[in-house]
């Protein structure tokens, strides 16, 4: 696990709640935000999009920033937690000044899973198996969108959980140019019967050499915490330039974890 810095430590503890078994979030702030609508070709559908823009780029004309890009975007999905957690790193100087997007869901199962051939993966939505097309949405029509929108340079972080983990490790294993920070809580890595964490190897053996940043956390549950050990130790036995973190938190459950080791993950992928 990585050393906190103290400030660090201390934004770890103004920004994630105590969080228990019986215990309830508090309401995020909606943040202040802007919004747009892409007309996707490759989905056939009109896809919201959330942007938060921080003080850093609004009292310059001319500032550059990355961007932290998030499926689950929507503001009553984790947008919210998302931009509050950032915003709180940044004021307290623990990570540089980002530009958070926000992609709301239409068809959250469609789009965060890959093909499966088992038959109760199947039963979960009318639509599964949307990942690559989801994928290309983004690469192809959600980059140069925002690109004309903002100023941006061209490095890109991507975080999200359950799902949204599986989706950003697929994309980290299968697609690895299109981010230069993944961070994957507690994915669903039991997805057809764990097909890509038994196929990482083969995705590993050809990452390349950019250096890149991969952050995996998992809860209690074996199904999970038993497939990220598989992909982190496949991932530390490779000659690759990807700096990996991965942080097995028995004490959380899938229902917590996102919120106890946001602010973490997020320092560790933008520093």
């Known amino acids: 696990m990585m050393r906190i810095s103290r400030a660090l430590f201390a934004a770890i503890v103004l920004v994630a709640p105590r969080l228990g078994a019986q215990t309830t979030p508090p309401a995020d702030k909606i943040p202040a935000h802007d919004s747009f609508t892409v007309v996707s070709k490759i989905l056939s559908e009109r896809r919201p999009i959330n942007v938060y823009t921080p003080k850093a780029y609004k009292i310059s004309a001319t500032a550059k920033l990355p961007v932290l890009y998030m499926p689950d975007g929507a503001i009553d999905e984790d947008f919210p937690h998302v931009v509050n957690t950032v915003d709180s790193l940044m004021s307290l100087g623990v990570i540089r000044p980002v530009i958070i997007v926000g992609i709301p869901n239409t068809e959250r199962r469609r789009d965060l899973t890959g093909p499966t051939r088992v038959k109760e993966d199947s039963a979960i939505a009318p639509h599964v198996g949307g990942s690559d097309a989801f994928r290309s949405f983004i690469r192809d029509e959600l980059f140069p969108a925002v690109k004309a929108r903002y100023r941006i340079t061209d490095e890109r972080a991507i975080v999200g959980e359950s799902l949204a983990g599986l989706f950003i490790t697929e994309t980290f294993l299968t697609a ?92 560790n992928a933008l520093k």
Do not use: C, Q
């Open 176 to 267: 690895p140019s299109m981010f230069d920070h993944y961070v994957a809580i507690d994915p669903s890595l039991w997805w057809n019967s764990y097909a890509l964490t038994d196929a990482a190897p083969s995705y590993i053996a050809n990452l390349g050499t950019a250096p890149r940043t991969f952050y995996i956390a998992s809860a209690d549950s074996k199904e999970i915490s038993g497939a990220s050990a598989k992909i982190v130790a496949a991932l530390r036995s490779a000659p690759t330039n990807i700096r990996v973190t991965y942080e097995p938190r028995k004490d959380l459950t899938h229902a917590t974890i996102f919120r106890a080791v946001g602010p973490g993950a997020l320092a």
